[in-house]
Protein backbone atom coordinates (compact mmCIF):
# COMPACT_ATOMS: atom_id res chain seq x y z
CA UNK A 1 0.00 0.00 0.00
CA UNK A 2 1.56 3.31 -1.16
CA UNK A 3 -0.38 5.46 0.71
CA UNK A 4 -2.38 7.02 -1.87
CA UNK A 5 -5.71 6.83 -2.81
CA UNK A 6 -7.72 7.03 -5.84
CA UNK A 7 -11.63 6.95 -5.84
CA UNK A 8 -13.33 5.35 -7.79
CA UNK A 9 -11.41 1.80 -8.68
CA UNK A 10 -13.93 1.25 -11.65
CA UNK A 11 -15.75 3.85 -13.29
CA UNK A 12 -18.09 2.87 -16.33
CA UNK A 13 -19.41 5.89 -18.61
CA UNK A 14 -20.66 6.84 -22.08
CA UNK A 15 -19.64 8.58 -24.89
CA UNK A 16 -19.70 12.70 -24.59
CA UNK A 17 -20.37 12.22 -20.66
CA UNK A 18 -18.24 13.98 -18.03
CA UNK A 19 -16.22 12.19 -14.79
CA UNK A 20 -14.37 13.06 -12.17
CA UNK A 21 -11.63 11.31 -10.69
CA UNK A 22 -10.37 12.01 -7.15
CA UNK A 23 -6.76 11.30 -5.42
CA UNK A 24 -5.59 11.81 -2.34
CA UNK A 25 -1.78 11.86 -1.54
CA UNK A 26 0.47 10.25 1.02
CA UNK A 27 0.40 12.29 4.22
CA UNK A 28 2.77 15.33 3.50
CA UNK A 29 3.02 15.15 -0.18
CA UNK A 30 2.71 18.13 -1.49
CA UNK A 31 2.86 17.49 -5.04
CA UNK A 32 0.68 15.32 -7.36
CA UNK A 33 0.74 13.62 -10.72
CA UNK A 34 -1.98 12.14 -12.92
CA UNK A 35 -0.91 9.75 -15.54
CA UNK A 36 -3.04 7.89 -18.41
CA UNK A 37 -1.79 4.28 -19.11
CA UNK A 38 -3.64 2.62 -21.90
CA UNK A 39 -2.84 -0.76 -23.51
CA UNK A 40 -1.15 1.47 -26.70
CA UNK A 41 0.33 4.29 -25.45
CA UNK A 42 1.67 3.18 -22.40
CA UNK A 43 2.24 5.06 -19.13
CA UNK A 44 1.57 8.79 -20.01
CA UNK A 45 2.30 12.34 -18.01
CA UNK A 46 -0.69 14.69 -18.19
CA UNK A 47 -0.07 17.22 -15.23
CA UNK A 48 1.22 18.22 -11.96
CA UNK A 49 0.18 20.06 -8.86
CA UNK A 50 2.83 21.11 -6.18
CA UNK A 51 1.39 23.05 -3.36
CA UNK A 52 -2.54 23.95 -5.14
CA UNK A 53 -0.72 25.14 -8.19
CA UNK A 54 -0.34 23.58 -11.55
CA UNK A 55 3.53 23.09 -12.05
CA UNK A 56 3.89 20.82 -15.13
CA UNK A 57 2.12 19.85 -17.98
CA UNK A 58 2.41 16.70 -20.11
CA UNK A 59 -0.76 15.24 -22.88
CA UNK A 60 -3.38 16.34 -21.41
CA UNK A 61 -6.17 16.73 -24.00
CA UNK A 62 -8.01 20.55 -23.32
CA UNK A 63 -11.18 18.10 -22.94
CA UNK A 64 -9.22 17.35 -19.54
CA UNK A 65 -8.62 19.46 -16.57
CA UNK A 66 -7.05 19.09 -13.04
CA UNK A 67 -6.91 21.12 -10.09
CA UNK A 68 -5.50 20.58 -6.17
CA UNK A 69 -7.60 21.87 -3.10
CA UNK A 70 -6.24 23.31 -0.22
CA UNK A 71 -6.39 20.04 1.78
CA UNK A 72 -3.84 18.53 -0.81
CA UNK A 73 -6.01 16.10 -2.71
CA UNK A 74 -6.20 16.34 -6.62
CA UNK A 75 -9.68 15.94 -9.03
CA UNK A 76 -9.15 15.14 -12.71
CA UNK A 77 -12.00 15.97 -14.84
CA UNK A 78 -12.35 14.36 -18.37
CA UNK A 79 -15.42 15.51 -20.23
CA UNK A 80 -16.89 15.46 -23.47
CA UNK A 81 -15.32 11.48 -23.32
CA UNK A 82 -14.51 9.41 -26.00
CA UNK A 83 -14.04 6.05 -26.45
CA UNK A 84 -10.40 6.53 -27.00
CA UNK A 85 -9.92 7.93 -23.39
CA UNK A 86 -10.63 4.43 -21.95
CA UNK A 87 -7.65 3.64 -19.90
CA UNK A 88 -6.58 3.45 -16.05
CA UNK A 89 -5.75 6.56 -15.08
CA UNK A 90 -3.14 6.06 -12.20
CA UNK A 91 -2.38 9.87 -9.40
CA UNK A 92 0.94 9.75 -8.13
CA UNK A 93 2.37 11.74 -5.41
CA UNK A 94 5.75 12.90 -4.03
CA UNK A 95 7.19 15.03 -1.47
CA UNK A 96 8.76 17.85 -3.81
CA UNK A 97 8.12 19.47 -6.73
CA UNK A 98 11.01 18.21 -8.70
CA UNK A 99 10.80 14.58 -10.88
CA UNK A 100 14.03 13.44 -8.98
CA UNK A 101 11.83 13.11 -6.24
CA UNK A 102 10.15 9.72 -5.85
CA UNK A 103 6.68 9.00 -6.97
CA UNK A 104 4.33 6.90 -5.12
CA UNK A 105 1.32 5.51 -6.99
CA UNK A 106 -2.55 4.68 -6.02
CA UNK A 107 -4.38 1.76 -7.34
CA UNK A 108 -5.24 3.75 -10.14
CA UNK A 109 -9.04 4.64 -11.82
CA UNK A 110 -10.30 1.87 -14.70
CA UNK A 111 -12.43 3.85 -17.01
CA UNK A 112 -14.74 2.24 -19.35
CA UNK A 113 -16.09 4.32 -22.29
CA UNK A 114 -18.82 2.82 -23.67
CA UNK B 1 10.02 16.55 -28.17
CA UNK B 2 12.28 13.80 -25.51
CA UNK B 3 11.49 10.26 -26.48
CA UNK B 4 12.53 6.97 -24.46
CA UNK B 5 12.63 3.49 -25.92
CA UNK B 6 12.71 0.38 -24.33
CA UNK B 7 13.48 -2.83 -25.47
CA UNK B 8 12.52 -5.66 -25.33
CA UNK B 9 8.44 -5.30 -25.34
CA UNK B 10 7.65 -8.78 -23.95
CA UNK B 11 10.25 -11.43 -22.32
CA UNK B 12 9.59 -15.02 -21.33
CA UNK B 13 12.52 -17.03 -19.68
CA UNK B 14 12.74 -20.29 -17.61
CA UNK B 15 13.15 -19.56 -13.46
CA UNK B 16 16.14 -19.46 -12.66
CA UNK B 17 17.66 -17.81 -16.59
CA UNK B 18 18.81 -13.83 -16.37
CA UNK B 19 17.01 -10.67 -17.43
CA UNK B 20 17.91 -7.95 -18.91
CA UNK B 21 15.86 -5.05 -20.07
CA UNK B 22 16.89 -1.69 -22.03
CA UNK B 23 16.54 2.06 -22.29
CA UNK B 24 17.47 4.53 -24.69
CA UNK B 25 16.82 8.34 -25.07
CA UNK B 26 16.85 10.79 -27.49
CA UNK B 27 18.07 13.18 -25.47
CA UNK B 28 20.66 13.53 -22.50
CA UNK B 29 18.95 12.61 -19.28
CA UNK B 30 19.49 14.05 -15.63
CA UNK B 31 18.44 11.61 -14.59
CA UNK B 32 16.64 8.06 -15.09
CA UNK B 33 14.17 6.30 -12.35
CA UNK B 34 12.76 2.46 -12.76
CA UNK B 35 9.39 1.23 -12.15
CA UNK B 36 7.94 -2.06 -11.36
CA UNK B 37 4.45 -2.93 -12.22
CA UNK B 38 3.00 -5.92 -11.04
CA UNK B 39 -0.09 -7.61 -13.37
CA UNK B 40 -3.45 -5.38 -11.94
CA UNK B 41 -1.09 -3.24 -10.20
CA UNK B 42 0.55 0.06 -10.03
CA UNK B 43 3.59 1.27 -11.11
CA UNK B 44 6.06 1.02 -7.76
CA UNK B 45 9.40 3.21 -7.83
CA UNK B 46 12.61 0.77 -7.71
CA UNK B 47 15.63 2.65 -8.21
CA UNK B 48 16.77 6.60 -9.47
CA UNK B 49 20.38 7.03 -11.14
CA UNK B 50 22.30 10.07 -11.80
CA UNK B 51 25.41 10.06 -12.23
CA UNK B 52 27.11 9.15 -15.69
CA UNK B 53 28.45 5.64 -15.66
CA UNK B 54 26.50 4.78 -12.24
CA UNK B 55 25.72 1.33 -11.12
CA UNK B 56 23.33 0.28 -8.73
CA UNK B 57 22.18 -3.16 -7.21
CA UNK B 58 19.19 -4.04 -5.57
CA UNK B 59 20.05 -7.78 -4.38
CA UNK B 60 19.37 -10.12 -7.45
CA UNK B 61 18.83 -6.29 -9.65
CA UNK B 62 21.54 -4.61 -11.11
CA UNK B 63 20.75 -1.01 -12.71
CA UNK B 64 23.28 0.85 -14.82
CA UNK B 65 23.03 4.31 -16.57
CA UNK B 66 25.60 4.83 -19.38
CA UNK B 67 28.45 6.61 -19.75
CA UNK B 68 26.86 9.35 -21.98
CA UNK B 69 23.54 9.57 -19.62
CA UNK B 70 21.11 8.49 -22.53
CA UNK B 71 20.75 5.23 -21.92
CA UNK B 72 20.31 2.57 -19.26
CA UNK B 73 19.62 -0.93 -18.22
CA UNK B 74 18.02 -3.58 -15.49
CA UNK B 75 19.62 -6.46 -15.21
CA UNK B 76 18.02 -9.61 -13.00
CA UNK B 77 20.30 -12.18 -12.13
CA UNK B 78 18.24 -16.15 -11.67
CA UNK B 79 14.82 -14.77 -12.03
CA UNK B 80 12.28 -16.29 -9.88
CA UNK B 81 8.21 -16.41 -10.24
CA UNK B 82 8.31 -13.21 -8.01
CA UNK B 83 10.18 -10.92 -10.81
CA UNK B 84 6.88 -11.49 -13.04
CA UNK B 85 5.45 -7.80 -13.91
CA UNK B 86 6.62 -4.57 -16.48
CA UNK B 87 9.37 -2.92 -16.12
CA UNK B 88 9.38 0.95 -16.50
CA UNK B 89 12.51 3.02 -17.09
CA UNK B 90 11.78 6.80 -16.65
CA UNK B 91 13.65 9.86 -18.06
CA UNK B 92 13.87 13.73 -17.49
CA UNK B 93 15.59 15.53 -19.29
CA UNK B 94 15.09 19.40 -20.45
CA UNK B 95 11.43 18.83 -19.83
CA UNK B 96 10.54 18.67 -16.27
CA UNK B 97 8.31 15.60 -16.31
CA UNK B 98 9.50 12.34 -16.47
CA UNK B 99 8.59 10.43 -19.75
CA UNK B 100 8.40 6.67 -18.77
CA UNK B 101 9.57 3.65 -21.71
CA UNK B 102 6.52 1.48 -22.90
CA UNK B 103 7.90 -0.90 -20.19
CA UNK B 104 9.42 -4.26 -21.03
CA UNK B 105 6.93 -7.59 -19.47
CA UNK B 106 8.22 -9.86 -17.87
CA UNK B 107 7.01 -13.56 -17.77
CA UNK B 108 9.13 -16.41 -15.59
CA UNK B 109 8.14 -19.77 -16.21
CA UNK B 110 8.33 -21.72 -13.75
Known amino acids: DSGVTQTPKHLITATGQRVTLRCSPR?????VYWYQQSLDQGLQFLIQ???????AKGNILERFSAQQFPDLHSELNLSSLELGDSALYFC?????????????FGPGTRLTVL | GQQVMQIPQYQHVQEGEDFTTYCNSS?????IQWYKQRPGGHPVFLIQ?????EVKKQKRLTFQFGEAKKNSSLHITATQTTDVGTYFC??????????FGSGTQLTVLP
Open chain 1, 92 to 104: ASSVVAEFTDTQY
Open chain 1, 27 to 31: SGDLS
Open chain 1, 49 to 55: YYNGEER
Open chain 2, 27 to 31: TTLSN
Open chain 2, 49 to 53: LVKSG
Open chain 2, 90 to 99: AGRGSARQLT
